[in-house]
């Protein structure tokens, strides 16, 4: 077992499995040594489903948010009270997935890149999901695409440090990832840094402060390199962790010991 059940999953989406298939995603993590797994909203329904299944499983925490794909075209109108009262619960430890993409939708096809009305309801939602994190101290777990010149001047504005947070699966270049791990948010790597041609993201994570980094699988998206399957789970952060661990030079177990404080640290759980 990797990790000695201290290995975490930041990022993921439980609630995108059928409900027969999550206790064996749960126990096939368990297996790999999955201690925690922050299972993420990306909108009411998937946020109060997060909480739902982190509160039956003693390992799963939640995350709730609007992701900002909904958030361009349908974010609620009572937004603050629904969503304060699923970040109070004992399970939820973040607000995300929020923040920018200004690519497309994989799902409905609608781009960004070009409709400036869109860019700035996306940008208006994260403001506030911002404000809402910051009032109820809680991090957050940021997604961001093609926007990554926008992500650190809204996080300045908005004061997000006092609520710090994660950017998941970061893609972005040295110079913005110095800027967000200056403002105290840490960087997560899942899939993505397990295909052989992406050196930039190779060059940053044998950089970063070992206290600015964190792992992911996104789960059941973003699959690894040569996965056999289409669906990633977060029993594949153990194969995650080993490339992270070999592009740095560093010992596996002490890696995976420095991100769960990181992970804990963050997220406020008691190790």
Known sequence: MVGESKLTDIHVHLDQ??????????????ESGVRWIVTSGMDLE???RAVEIAAANERVLASVGIHPWI????FPPEFHKKFRNLAREDVTVAMGEVGLDFVDNVFSGVTYHDNQDLR?????AFRRQIELACELTLPLIVHCRGAYSSLAPILREE???RARGVVHNFEGDNRQASKLLDMGFLLSFGGTITYP????????IRHI????LLI???SPYMPLHLQSTDKNEPANVARVVQIVAKIRKADTEELISAIYTNFTNLLNVKA
Not at 17 to 30: D, T
Not at 120 to 124: N, R, V
Not at 209 to 212: E, F, K, T
């Open 159 to 161: 004061k997000a440090y």
């Open 46 to 48: 998937s946020s109060a």
């Open 71 to 74: 958030a361009a075209e349908n």
């Open 120 to 124: 700035e309801a996306q940008e208006q």
């Open 17 to 30: 499995y059928a409900h027969e298939e999550i206790k064996q995603v749960l126990i096939r993590a368990h």
């Open 197 to 204: 041609d992406v050196t930039e993201l190779q060059r940053i």
């Open 216 to 218: 992911e699988t996104d």
């Open 209 to 212: 402060p070992l206290d600015g």
